[in-house]
Structures are given as C-alpha cells and as structure tokens.
C-alpha cells in the first residue's frame, strides 16, 4: 500500500544545531507539504513543493528550508535550531490539480533545548 | 486567499449526544472541502470531503457533513457520540493546490 512516512518520529537537540528531518512519499503525487502544529495555532504552513526542483515558501518558512530532488521526498532542514522550533512537524502530500485530499504522515516531535 | 474558521476550540458532549462541529469559509467560487480527524500523537486522517454533487457527504466513523453554499458553511455532525469520537478535528479548504485549514476542534465525549 502506499503511504507516507517520518523519520525520525521523535529528536531531541541542541539550540543552533542543524537538523533535518526526513519525508517520503510512495502515492507519486506531485506536491508536497510540510507544516508545524502547535497548540493554539493548528496546522501553519511552513513550505511546499509542486514538483521536482520546485520549492515555496509557507506562512513561517525563516529558519527552515526544503529541497526537492525526486518525487518521493522532501527533507525540511532547520539551518540553526531555536528554541521557538520546539513542534510536532507533519509532511502531507497530494495529487496535482483536482479535487483530491492531503495525505499526511505521522509527524516528527521536535524537542530544541 | 482563502480562509477557514471553526467556531469553538473545544466542544464536549455527552456519550449519546449529538456532535456538532461548526466550520465556516470564504472563497468567491465552491471550493473542496474536508474533515479531517486527528488522534493522540497521530497525523491527520480524512473523515469526509465535499468536491461536487450531494451536498450531503457521509463519512467514516457515522460522521456526515453538508455544504451550504449560501451560508458558507461545512457542518460537521454525527447523531450518537462514541467515547472513540474523542479527538481534534479539523476543516479544510483546497484552492487550486493550496490547502487552507481552520484551527482545530477538541472534541470531548463525557461518559
């Protein structure tokens, strides 16, 4: 069946540390989504993917960034965690034009002390 | 760009009652429209969506919602609630290939 995944489900690290967490995909859709959820704000886009060596910003996009080299993934690197990044981050993907839905992963829990 | 507003962040009802989950949104033409369902340290799940036809859409888990264009509104009701209904539950809209979310609703079911 195919599905999307997260890896690592959980990280903890260091303030100023680089990280970069993992989004697969195996539906073949074209776009990508990456978001963070926290309490109060629901889900807030941070950045997004239309295809191959194509990236958008989202609504919160500084202090992180994505690359989009093959359909499959869309890893999202914090260049220098902070202490604000402290999230439950969720990759979601879906088919191009349409009325289709996003399918989502199961999320990492980022812990930046 | 579109918007989606869920009326009340935290709704509890009795095991047996009525669920109703309110969802509003703007947008100038008939946008897609979702429920999704989010568990404990889950992602998120689609309950049910509206594209075209039936303004009635059912869904999984006896959850049903209907689109009402003139009042801009995607309801979200099931008759009896289930302790198993206690989740986060959230609206959405997809425009072209944006997806606009409201900010969730806590759904408590007393026993």
């Known amino acids: 069946d195919a599905e999307i995944t997260q890896s690592p489900r959980h990280k903890i690290t260091e303030t100023g540390r680089q990280v970069t967490l993992a989004c697969h995909q195996t539906?073949?859709?074209?776009?990508m989504f990456w978001y963070r959820q926290d309490l109060g704000h629901g889900l807030r886009l941070i950045h997004y993917?239309?295809?191959?060596?194509?990236?958008n910003k989202g609504e919160v996009s500084d202090g992180y960034s994505v690359s989009r080299s093959n359909t499959e993934d869309l890893p999202l690197t914090l260049e220098s965690a902070a202490s604000s990044q402290t999230s439950v981050y969720f990759c979601?993907?879906?088919?191009?034009?349409?009325?289709?839905?996003?399918?989502f992963g199961p999320g990492t829990r980022l812990t930046v002390l | 760009a579109q918007s989606v507003t869920q009326l009340g962040s935290h709704v509890s009802v009795s095991e047996g009652a009525l669920v109703l989950l309110r969802c509003n949104y703007s947008?100038?033409?008939?946008?897609?429209l979702f429920w999704y369902v989010q568990y404990p340290n889950q992602g998120l799940q689609l309950l049910l969506k509206?594209?075209?036809?039936?303004?009635l859409v059912k869904g999984i888990n006896g959850f049903e919602a209907e689109f009402k264009k003139s009042e801009t509104s995607f309801h979200l009701t099931k008759p009896s609630a289930h302790m198993s209904d206690a989740a986060e539950y959230f609206c959405?809209?997809?425009?072209?290939?944006?997806?606009?979310f409201g900010t969730g609703t806590s759904l408590t079911v007393i026993p």
């Open positions: 979601a993907s879906s088919p191009g034009q349409g009325p289709r839905e996003q399918f």
């Open positions: 539906w073949n859709h074209n776009n």
């Open positions: 993917s239309y295809g191959v060596q194509d990236t």
């Open positions: 947008s100038s033409v008939p946008p897609y």
């Open positions: 509206y594209t075209t036809g039936a303004t």
């Open positions: 959405a809209v997809r425009s072209t290939n944006q997806f606009y």
